[in-house]
């Protein structure tokens, strides 16, 4: 029974990323832990991500080493919070990447959710697994990957408002960079108690994907 709602949540929260421009490239792809076991259902390489079924997944190990699928691997190794993992293609990413890659802390649900700003990654095939660790390690959950979204999150709800959290606030920060204005950033002391809540949310989730179980969104601030 798990399994099938893994695999209707993985199919719905891919229809709506496509929905709204986010998937639109073979090199997108989105996957979800299995909880209690080193292993996830993965999808890519679609052409057509609003027509995407049930035959378009595949469970693969979280020892993977290769390519995509170790990728994802080896962030579900490096955090047993996360449930859900998207790389997506929306336009504000790719704008974000030629105006340096890295998004400041602009507003409070950005780090309350999405957490420490992160450097851009290389494409996948150069990513290792030291690079994973070190941008993820501080409970981070959005970067750069070339100039598509890597998100994260301990559920498929999560990952899916972080993806499109993240988008809103690349269009914002572009935008005003592209002013020249001056620019506001959320002072220290927020940014502190905001991850602080985060991590505490994170290690929750850790524990009950152990105990093989699904945690519950994290909706408020």
């Given at each position: 029974?798990?399994?099938?709602?893994?695999?209707?949540?993985?199919?719905?929260?891919?229809?709506?990323?496509?929905?709204?421009?986010?998937?639109?490239?073979?090199?997108?792809?989105?996957?979800?832990?299995?909880?209690?076991?080193?292993?996830?259902?993965?999808?890519?390489?679609?052409?057509?991500?609003?027509?995407?079924?049930?035959?378009?997944?595949?469970?693969?190990?979280?020892?993977?080493?290769?390519?995509?699928?170790?990728?994802?691997?080896?962030?579900?190794?490096?955090?047993?919070?996360?449930g859900a993992v998207?790389?997506?293609?929306?336009?504000?990413?790719?704008?974000?990447?030629?105006?340096?890659?890295?998004?400041?802390?602009?507003?409070?649900?950005?780090?309350?959710?999405?957490g420490s700003n992160?450097?851009?990654?290389?494409?996948?095939?150069?990513?290792?697994?030291?690079?994973?660790?070190?941008?993820?390690?501080?409970?981070?959950?959005?970067?750069l990957l070339g100039?598509?979204?890597?998100?994260?999150?301990?559920?498929?709800?999560?990952?899916?408002?972080?993806?499109?959290?993240?988008?809103?606030?690349?269009?914002?920060?572009?935008?005003?960079?592209?002013?020249?204005?001056?620019?506001?950033?959320?002072?220290?002391?927020?940014?502190?108690?905001?991850?602080?809540?985060?991590?505490?949310?994170?290690?929750?989730?850790?524990?009950?994907?152990?105990?093989?179980?699904?945690?519950?969104?994290?909706?408020?601030?």
């Amino acid at each position: 029974m798990q399994q099938m709602q893994i695999e209707t949540l993985l199919l719905e929260g891919c229809r709506r990323l496509a929905g709204k421009g986010f998937f639109n490239s073979p090199a997108d792809s989105f996957s979800m832990r299995i909880p209690g076991k080193m292993e996830m259902i993965l999808v890519s390489g679609q052409f057509d991500w609003l027509r995407i079924g049930i035959a378009d997944l595949h469970t693969a190990s979280l020892f993977s080493k290769e390519g995509l699928c170790g990728l994802h691997a080896s962030i579900y190794r490096e955090r047993a919070d996360a449930g859900a993992v998207a790389i997506s293609s929306p336009k504000g990413a790719r704008l974000l990447a030629r105006f340096g890659g890295l998004l400041p802390p602009l507003f409070d649900e950005q780090v309350r959710h999405i957490g420490s700003n992160a450097s851009p990654l290389p494409d996948e095939e150069s990513v290792r697994g030291n690079m994973v660790r070190k941008t993820f390690k501080r409970g981070t959950n959005a970067a750069l990957l070339g100039e598509r979204l890597l998100c994260l999150g301990m559920t498929c709800d999560r990952v899916l408002f972080n993806t499109e959290l993240y988008e809103k606030c690349a269009q914002a920060y572009v935008i005003a960079k592209a002013s020249g204005n001056q620019i506001g950033f959320i002072p220290v002391w927020v940014r502190l108690i905001a991850n602080y809540r985060l991590l505490r949310d994170e290690l929750h989730a850790a524990e009950c994907y152990r105990n093989g179980c699904i945690p519950d969104s994290i909706n408020t601030y």
